[in-house]
């Protein structure tokens, strides 16, 4: 095959992705959509730059207009999240938690976080773990589904950590920021709060606000219910501003600046629409729960009116959940595995995690909702059903195929090239 094919090979691989997800329902709880004003930005000249150093005091010339862009970006982030710093450096929530646990520990210390079993991030144990900081997990209440805050104050108070690392990947309800916080300030611990799967909910005031509940520092990923560029956020009060952007300086040379501009523009989409959306997303994630739980799954958190965030999660009671998400793949519901703090291990997950962000931005609502839970239902209980759902699926995404909460009608989700 000549070079030519090979190159024209990528075309054709990423063309048949488009064909494939243009008639999917994505359900992955870490991942949607972005406009397409925020796709453009994506291929601006900024994305072959450096801008090497801090705002205004750059290492490399030619950084006037991006200079301009930073400073417009990180206004439009403090109006957003009424915080009073911002670093946008971070090209992934992984980074962002990286840069954290940077800037608040030194190797030798403690820090705390929940583990992977009760919904924690990986990167809370790997970061800590290659720092050389030891990670003691905050005790969790598996039936409550929440940081146990009793247990929480006494390991607080026993092994002094000089980091508490809130926010989860599994994250369904708000957590006791403000309980949590006050023991934390104690013992003269930085309360950081990953915020990467809940941003957007805590952008549009739907689901809690950690800067005012206690948190001093919040981290996130930019493209979960934020539905921007792929990439990363601090937030902090202006004490930790200097630390955090010198940390983030050291560690990260090349920020992907057309990302910025991408995040720039998706801070105003939120400004505009955020509060509304982001209503609608936990209203959709009750209504998918609902229609499950109907529909007879074994959704998580019934007594407890199953989520307040854009997250359902239920659990696999015949097969595994492995098996039921492939079973889902194939009738074009795209979906993932989570570990139950009840599982023995990661891998053997018996969780199926949803999370209804990209399907409300393509403009569904609690109708939409109402039936694709009874398509996830007849899926799993009958694995032979996936064509016929399928059909179904391609069916009603075919009905929704613009992308809402934006400043321009009728902007094609899924099309490309
Ligand atoms: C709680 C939490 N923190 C951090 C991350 C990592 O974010 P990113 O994929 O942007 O690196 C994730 C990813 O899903 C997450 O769930």
Redesign the pocket.
């Known amino acids: 095959m000549s070079e030519k094919s090979l190159a024209e090979e990528v075309f054709e691989i990423v063309r048949e992705h488009h064909a494939f997800r243009s008639c999917s329902l994505n359900l992955i709880?870490?991942e949607n959509i972005t406009s397409r004003e925020v796709r453009r930005l994506l291929t601006c000249d900024m994305g072959h730059r450096y801008a090497v150093g801090f705002l205004y005091e750059r290492m490399y010339r030619g950084c006037e207009y991006i200079d301009k862009l930073e400073e417009l970006t990180h206004f439009l982030a403090r109006k957003l999240f009424r915080v009073e710093h911002v670093n946008t450096l971070p090209v992934?929530?992984?980074?962002?938690?990286i840069v954290a646990i940077g800037a608040f520990t030194r190797p030798g210390d403690t820090m705390m976080g929940l583990s992977v079993m009760d919904?924690?991030?990986s990167?809370?144990r790997e970061v800590s773990r290659y720092h050389g900081v030891s990670m003691v997990p905050i005790p969790f209440n598996a039936e409550e589904y929440n940081i146990d805050v009793d247990q929480t104050r006494k390991m607080i108070a026993k092994v002094m950590p000089k980091m508490v690392m809130l926010?989860?990947?599994e994250?369904l309800f708000p957590q006791p920021v403000k309980e949590i916080s006050e023991t934390a300030s104690n013992v003269g611990a930085t309360v950081v709060y990953?915020?990467?799967?809940v941003l957007g909910l805590v952008a549009g005031g739907c689901f809690q606000d950690p800067l005012r509940e206690g948190a001093e520092v919040v981290?996130?990923?930019?493209?979960?219910t934020f539905f921007g560029p792929?990439?990363?956020i601090i937030l902090c009060k202006r004490q930790h501003g200097e630390n955090i952007d010198r940390v983030a300086l050291s560690m990260i040379n090349n920020h992907h600046i057309n990302r910025v501009a991408a995040l720039a523009y998706t801070l105003a989409e939120f400004l505009a629409f955020g509060q509304e959306y982001s209503r609608m997303v936990v209203s959709n994630a009750q209504a998918l729960a609902e229609s499950l739980y109907n529909n007879g799954i074994n959704v998580i958190c019934a007594d407890k009116g199953f989520t307040r965030s854009h997250q359902v999660i239920f659990r696999v009671e015949e097969g595994t959940a492995l098996e039921v998400s492939k079973s889902l793949e194939k009738a074009n519901i795209i979906t993932s595995m989570t570990p139950l703090p009840t599982d023995k291990s990661e891998a053997m997950a018996s969780g199926i995690r949803l999370g209804v962000q990209e399907v409300t931005r393509l403009g569904m609502g609690r109708d939409e909702m109402s039936l694709i839970g009874s398509l996830i239902a007849r899926v799993v209980k009958s694995p032979d059903s996936t064509s016929d759902v399928k059909e179904e699926v391609k069916d009603l995404v075919g009905r929704f195929r613009s992308i809402h909460y934006t400043f321009s009608d009728n902007e094609p989700a899924y099309e490309w090239d």
Do not use: I, R
């Open positions: 709880a870490s992934s929530g992984t980074v962002a938690n919904g924690g991030h990167s809370f926010g989860a990947s994250l990953d915020a990467a799967h981290t996130g990923s930019t493209h979960k792929q990439g990363g």
